[in-house]
């Protein structure tokens, strides 16, 4: 009997998180619109060795010494994207629609981020966003959203 109540309690949740889900916004896409390379922190650098060679000193003991060093560095960059999202399960047109007006965007928001490195492309990218969706007269036009993430990470070792 508490097995019976314990699976339609766990229906229940699975069934009310699936509803919530349906509702609630997803990211669809992103764009990288500016990177740039941090003046906060400098390059970081690691040398190691690659290639050994083996001998024998004058006094017969054996040594290893490196041949051939690597030296690698790699950078602290800084990106901002441009986030497209909308519904879990979209209509495609309204999608196509969606994303044509991310292009939009994006580009609206490069060339203000290309004014000022870091500068906020939000309000740019937001009204340019907004006048596509506007002028494609999509259904459902509230339930997409553009909005800025910016992140800051190393660079792989070059």
Not at 14 to 31: D, K, P, V, W, Y
Not at 79 to 104: I, W
Request: aromatic share 6%; proline share 3%.
């Amino acid at each position: 009997m508490k097995l019976g109540k314990l699976s339609a309690g766990l229906a229940l949740v699975f069934g009310l998180l699936s509803l919530t889900t349906a509702a609630q916004a997803q990211e669809i896409e992103r764009q990288l619109i500016a990177e740039w390379t941090s003046s906060s922190r400098a390059p970081e650098t690691r040398t190691e060795c690659v290639d050994r060679e083996g001998g024998r000193d004058h006094l017969g003991n054996r040594f290893r010494a490196c041949t051939e060093w690597r030296t690698q560095a790699r950078i602290y960059l800084q990106r901002t994207y441009l986030v497209l999202s909308g519904p879990v399960q979209p209509n495609r047109d309204n999608r196509r629609a969606a994303e044509g007006c991310m292009n939009v965007a994006a580009a609206a928001a490069q060339s203000s981020a290309g004014e000022q490195v870091g500068g906020d492309a939000s309000p740019v990218a937001q009204a340019a966003f907004s006048q596509c969706v506007d002028a494609a007269e999509m259904s459902n036009s509230d339930a997409y959203t553009v909005s800025i993430l910016e992140t800051a990470d190393w660079s792989g070792w070059l």
